[in-house]
């Protein structure tokens, strides 16, 4: 098993910048896929971005260019830097690690707004 505590969340305006981080509980070096998902009210629960245990990414196409995931196996944490970000960027913002047997871990999530 493994713990996650997401951080970093809270308000912003337009075209401004957060940093959310995810901690895990033990070592993620053996992880196959952490990520970040982001559900909205009303809506469902949807991939942000993804790292392999190999350090190849991957991004929604809404946050390409804007948002930079980033992980530290020797700090077991995951980053997610946003840029830009928008109002449609608002949601919970939850970390997830995917074993190569397909379990999937959650954090309790931290909510982004982004508002004027």
């Known amino acids: 098993q493994v713990q996650l505590v997401e951080s970093g969340g809270g308000l912003v305006q337009p075209g401004g910048s957060l940093r959310l981080s995810c901690a895990a509980s033990r070592t993620i070096a053996s992880i196959n896929v952490m990520g970040w998902y982001r559900q909205a009210p009303g809506k469902e629960r949807e991939l942000v971005a993804s790292i392999t245990s190999g350090g190849t990414t991957n991004y929604a196409d809404s946050v390409k260019g804007r948002f930079t995931i980033s992980r530290d196996n020797a700090k077991n944490t995951v980053d997610l830097q946003m840029n830009s970000l928008k109002p449609e960027d608002t949601a919970v913002y939850y970390c997830?690690?995917?074993?190569?047997?397909?379990?999937?871990?959650w954090g309790q999530g931290t909510q982004v707004t982004v508002s004027s």
């Open positions: 997830n690690a995917k074993t190569i047997t397909y379990i999937h871990y």
